[in-house]
T-cell receptor, first 115, second 114 residues
Framework: DAGITQSPRYKITETGRQVTLMCHQT?????MFWYRQDLGHGLRLIYY???????DKGEVPDGYVVSRSKTENFPLTLESATRSQTSVYFC??????????????FGEGSWLTVV | GENVGLHLPTLSVQEGDNSIINCAYS??????FIWYKQESGKGPQFIID?????DKRQGQRVTVLLNKTVKHLSLQIAATQPGDSAVYFC?????????????FGRGTSLIVHP
C-alpha cells in the first residue's frame, strides 16, 4: 500500500526559478490538498482539488499553480520562487464527502529552500 | 525582543501522567473536527475525530471533548508515553461551497519526560 508520496523530499532552488513539487496517491481519493507549514503559522491551505480537472484556491494561493489532469496526481508549481516560499509543503488526500470517517492522509512533506 | 508568536504552545508532562491539549476553533458552523499528531520530520497523522452532534468520543488512550457553546475542543491522552511527544493539531472541516475544507490550528507541542 504505497499511499501518498511526495517528491522531491528536499530541494534547494534559486530565487526566480520554477519549481514543481509532485504528489501521487494510490487510493483513488477524490480530494487532494496542498498545505505549507511555517513556524508560527501551522498548516495553511494553498490549493485543493475535489476531483480531476477541478481545483480551488485555499488561504495562501499567490505564487502557486496546480493542476489535476489525473485523479492520482496533484503537482504544485512555484512559477518564480521567492524566499518567502521557503517552507515545508505537505500534500494530502481524502475520500469524497468528508464527514465522519473521511480521514485526511498526509504525505511525508517536501522541504523547499529558496536562496 | 522575542516574538512569542513564533513559538508553539508547549505542554510538558511526566511519563504516566494524563495530558490535556486544548484548541479553540473559529467557525460555529463547522460540523466535523479532527486531531492530528505530527512527529518531527513527518507528516501529520490522524488520531481521532468527532462530529458536532457529539460532545465526547473515546479511542485507545485518547478522548476528544467538544464544547460547541464556547467553540472549544480538547484532546486527552491517558498515561502519556515518551512516544506521544509530538506536535498536536486540531482541525475543523469548514464548508466551502459544496466541499469541506480542513482548516488547522497552530498546534501544541507535547513533551513527555521519562
Amino acid at each position: 500500500d504505497a499511499g501518498i508520496t511526495q517528491s522531491p523530499r528536499y530541494k534547494i532552488t534559486e530565487t526566480g526559478r520554477q519549481v514543481t513539487l509532485m504528489c501521487h496517491q494510490t487510493w483513488s481519493h477524490s480530494y487532494m490538498f496542498w498545505y505549507r507549514q511555517d513556524l508560527g503559522h501551522g498548516l495553511r491551505l494553498i490549493y485543493y482539488s475535489a476531483a480531476a480537472d477541478i481545483t480551488d484556491k485555499g488561504e495562501v494561493p499567490d505564487g502557486y499553480v496546480v493542476s489535476r489532469s489525473k485523479t492520482e496526481n496533484f503537482p504544485l508549481t512555484l512559477e518564480s520562487a521567492t524566499r518567502s516560499q521557503t517552507s515545508v509543503y505537505f500534500c494530502a488526500s481524502a475520500r469524497e464527502k468528508p464527514l465522519s470517517g473521511n480521514t485526511i492522509y498526509f504525505g511525508e512533506g517536501s522541504w523547499l529552500t529558496v536562496v | 525582543g522575542e516574538n512569542v508568536g513564533l513559538h508553539l504552545p508547549t505542554l510538558s508532562v511526566q511519563e504516566g501522567d494524563n495530558s490535556i491539549i486544548n484548541c479553540a476553533y473559529s467557525n460555529s458552523a463547522s460540523d466535523y473536527f479532527i486531531w492530528y499528531k505530527q512527529e518531527s520530520g513527518k507528516g501529520p497523522q490522524f488520531i481521532i475525530d468527532i462530529r458536532s452532534n457529539m460532545d465526547k468520543r473515546q479511542g485507545q488512550r485518547v478522548t476528544v471533548l467538544l464544547n460547541k457553546t464556547v467553540k472549544h475542543l480538547s484532546l486527552q491522552i491517558a498515561a502519556t508515553q515518551p512516544g506521544d511527544s509530538a506536535v498536536y493539531f486540531c482541525a475543523e472541516n469548514m464548508r466551502s461551497g459544496g466541499s469541506y475544507i480542513p482548516t488547522f490550528g497552530r498546534g501544541t507541542s507535547l513533551i513527555v519526560h521519562p
